[in-house]
């Protein structure tokens, strides 16, 4: 288990190195400037090449990047051009909201994607199995925009229930705060929730054509507790790895969901520093998006042993 | 009750509590106001981005303000005399201005912000480049002087968009090229900064020793009446979004709207419509360096030929109230309307262009437009016209980019033959980015060179608008650039709201009925 362990960090840092290799140098191959983007239009060359100057980002890439690696090293992710403020903190205050958005979204992928899943896999064939992964498939195909601007024209607009938009900090208004995120969470959970869903279904219906299964079944075993101890616990291995991949996509993949609900989370923060090519954001960003892989995924990969321990770890 | 179901109830009531309270906080003061997105640095003298400019008027003052006809006021200054031919500016500021950081205004805090805006200022150069000394000749006095009188000065000074707005002197000397940092957003204005949050918000709170003038409020003119305790601007990117928040209560304001919604909001009872008064063009700037186009004036009036203008207004902004089919640069109504040149704006003659295009030696050589897609309006003419070009025989081949890049490829003369951007309301013929022979498209015929000494170096109006229907009429000669047409952006607002500035979005003398 510990050799694994070891094994599974040093592979993990050797990726944290040729990912922030990649991210420097595609950043700064494609087009553009964030100088002029900052300058404006009426900028003329003079000024352009001294504020590029002042700024470092006249010097060779080579250079630009091992000053980076060496201040990332010591924790500092560099200076937003935009924010003029510290690549962290920034970081810092985007994911506070994408992390709750993220596992408020995971509540809901649960709490609906498990039940609904158990239930169209019990009830495998019926009408109430074709309408739920009719849903599902419905859920998944539309697009979270539509889906995003409908809950808040019904909820916000019309009925006056919930925010439109906006998250202010639960470290400003208290837990309170957290209503913000019901529409975000419940867009985003749409199409994963069927995702999951769509797998509970299709796991349990593989456990259950299992030998044990029916043996369980033979010896008299009430229904639901086959399900329940024999059939979803099994099933649930391959569900728990999606959760993995799931969780730590929802923090990149909640772009869209930000965007039209205007939160201040790390998704929208990419796309807009890309657009304006504040590289020490991007940078900062995708290096904290990989290590937020990389460290899910391992610890997906250690958790197998815990949910089943005839999991032998290589 | 069992203990869960107490603990939900309780649970509840905080929720409800903290709505309430929330609610109250926004009745006590703040207006928010949701902008189209995240502002560069506010140093609004380095940048000419609107949305830095919007939250930057609150907080920074410039010496002249435009009033609701774009008539550069007094604002900072008090009295200004013109000597020497118009080679000497002597401004009187007003006494007993504070700064945020209540310290007062003086000549050398001006004389430091213009010395500054002249070396780095995004609009800097149009004034100072000609400027031989700037001097405080007295505490609230300053004196410039130019190798060249240039008739436009007041303008030139009366807005803080890439404008020379006032800092204090330590900080205008102290940040150089470099855009200030937050903690030294200190201005003159009603309302001083107080925090930004990246992607939440920029919050300005009510200057309490602010000075308004005596004078009726006009536009960006007269006094500056604080109604409100706090501004929040939020960004807000997705449109929809925006108009639903002010439909929900959730912003007071909001801006940019786009034109598919226009009729649908015009009935709207939940908001108020709030059109700007001042007309944004788009613009394709010809490559005058380089290229295929670069003194072929025949080629470029054969790509106007093919053209009709009104079908790329109506793809890209919508309902007629949004957009006008106006050949002259500045609109009907201000003093700088021209009909020169204006047959040649918008023929829509198929048959004519192929012919001029013949006459002018064109093989069918692609032209490469240049255009971005962060701006769908610029796509959306470059798609129509691409279109229309290419039933005249004209072949073009559009290059479709991100604004960051578009900016960056336009100073490289080699890249392209077309670009496509937009220009806002100039209340004078100097501020037109294309008469500046420095910007991309280069447009420096000997023609041009004459008429822009003339326009800038006379002081008489008359004569300053003979000059100008002189360049509209070259403009349409040689083709520098082509106006698509007027369109006018407009915003939305809680119909609560009172006192909307006619010129654009400025939360002073804004109040709630």
Redesign the interface.
Do not use: C, H
């Given at each position: 288990m510990w050799s694994y362990a070891l094994k599974r960090t040093g592979t993990t840092a050797l990726t944290l190195v040729a990912a922030s290799i990649v991210v420097f140098a595609f950043i700064h191959v494609i087009p553009g400037d964030p100088i002029y983007v900052l300058l404006g239009d009426t900028a003329t060359p003079d000024q352009i090449e001294n504020l590029r100057h002042e700024l470092g980002l006249d010097q060779p890439i080579v250079i630009q990047y091992l000053q980076w690696v060496g201040h990332a090293l010591s924790g500092d992710l560099g200076h937003s051009i935009f924010f003029q403020a510290p690549v962290l903190s920034v970081i810092a205050d985007g994911a506070e909201t994408s992390t709750l958005l993220a596992t408020i979204t995971m509540v809901w992928v649960v709490l609906i994607g498990i039940p609904i899943g158990v239930i169209a896999a019990v009830r495998h064939g019926s009408w109430l199995d074709q309408g739920l992964s009719g849903a599902a498939m419905l859920m998944a195909s539309v697009p979270t925009f539509w889906v995003g601007l409908y809950l808040i024209l019904i909820f916000a607009a019309t009925l006056g229930w919930l925010p439109s938009s906006g998250y202010p900090s639960i470290f400003d208004g208290g837990l309170g705060n957290l209503r913000y995120l019901i529409l975000p969470s419940l867009t985003l959970a749409a199409p994963n929730a069927a995702l999951i869903l769509r797998l509970t279904r299709a796991s349990m219906l593989d456990v259950s054509r299992e030998d044990y299964v029916r043996a369980a079944r033979a010896k008299g075993i009430r229904p639901w507790q086959v399900v329940r101890r024999h059939i979803l616990r099994n099933a649930l291995l391959t569900v728990v790895s999606a959760f993995g991949f799931t969780f730590a996509a929802l923090l990149s993949e909640a772009v869209v969901t930000e965007t039209v609900f205007a939160l201040p989370g790390i998704g929208r923060l990419v796309v807009q520093s890309i657009l304006r090519r504040d590289y020490p954001v991007i940078q900062g960003i995708i290096l904290v998006i990989v290590v937020i892989y990389l460290l899910v995924n391992l610890i997906v990969d250690l958790t197998y042993r815990v949910l089943d321990p005839r999991v032998e770890l290589q | 009750m069992t203990s869960g179901l107490r603990l939900l109830t309780r649970a509840a009531a905080?929720?409800a509590?903290?709505?309430f309270l929330?609610a109250q906080a926004g009745a006590a003061g703040t207006l928010r106001d949701?902008t189209i997105?995240?502002p560069?640095?506010l140093d609004v003298m380095?940048?000419?981005?609107d949305v830095a400019s919007v939250i930057g008027r609150h907080i920074f003052e410039t010496l002249y303000a435009w009033d609701s006809t774009y008539t550069p006021q007094p604002l900072l200054a008090d009295s200004d005399r013109v000597e020497d031919g118009g080679k000497t500016i002597i401004i009187k500021l007003r006494e007993g201005v504070l700064f945020h950081n209540g310290k007062e205004l003086t000549a050398k805090d001006v004389a430091a912000s213009m010395v500054r805006w002249g070396k780095?200022g995004?609009?800097g150069?149009l004034l100072m480049d000609a400027a031989t000394s700037v001097e405080a000749t007295g505490k609230y006095e300053i004196t410039l002087k130019l190798s060249a009188p240039n008739g436009a000065w007041k303008n030139l000074i009366a807005d803080v968009n890439?404008g020379l707005v006032i800092y204090p002197e330590d900080i205008a000397e102290k940040a150089?090229?470099?855009?200030i940092?937050?903690k030294d957003y200190i201005g003159t204005g009603p309302y001083k900064f107080v925090d930004?949050?990246?992607?939440?918000y920029v919050e300005v709170e009510k200057f309490d020793k602010y000075k308004p003038r005596t004078e009726k409020s006009d536009g960006y003119a007269g006094a500056r009446i604080a109604e409100f305790d706090k501004i929040r601007f939020?960004?807000?990117?997705?449109v929809?979004?925006r108009v639903?928040?002010v439909?929900?209560?959730?912003y007071d304001y909001a801006e940019m709207i786009s034109g598919d919604l226009y009729d649908n909001l015009s009935k709207d009872k939940s908001v108020q419509v709030h059109r700007s008064n001042a007309p944004i063009f788009g613009l394709f700037f010809m490559n005058s360096k380089e290229g295929i186009l670069k003194d072929n004036y025949k080629l470029r009036r054969a790509i106007q030929t093919a053209l009709d203008k009104s079908q790329a207004l109506r793809v890209a902004f919508g309902p007629k109230d949004l957009w006008s089919a106006e050949g002259s640069i500045f609109p009907k109504g201000t003093a700088w309307y021209s009909t020169a040149g204006v047959d040649g704006y918008s023929p829509h003659d198929p048959t004519k262009a192929r012919e001029l295009a013949k006459e002018a030696g064109y093989t069918g050589t692609p032209i490469r437009l240049l255009v971005s897609t962060?701006y769908q309006a610029h796509y959306d003419e470059a798609s129509v016209f691409t279109r229309q070009l290419a039933d005249a025989g004209i072949n073009v081949q559009m290059m479709v980019?991100?604004?960051?890049?578009l900016?960056?490829?336009r100073?490289q003369a080699e890249q392209w033959d077309i670009f496509v951007?937009h220009h806002g309301f100039s209340p004078d013929p100097v501020l037109l980015?294309f008469i500046?022979a420095?910007?991309p498209g280069w447009w420096d015929s000997p023609e041009i060179k004459a008429l822009r000494v003339e326009l800038v170096n006379s002081s008489d109006q008359a004569a300053r608008k003979a000059t100008w229907d002189k360049i509209q009429a070259l403009i349409y000669e040689q083709v520098p650039v082509m106006k698509v047409g007027d369109a006018y952006t407009y915003d939305v607002a809680s119909p609560k709201l009172t006192g909307l500035n006619p010129n654009g979005p400025a939360f002073w003398n804004v109040s709630t009925k």
């Open positions: - | 905080a929720i509590t903290v709505m929330n949701a997105g995240e560069p640095p380095l940048t000419t981005a780095f995004a609009r150069k890439g150089g090229n470099k855009p940092e937050p930004w949050r990246p992607n939440r939020i960004p807000v990117p997705d929809g979004t639903s928040g439909q929900a209560g959730d962060n980019v991100d604004w960051a890049t900016l960056k490829m100073g951007t980015t500046n420095s910007y």
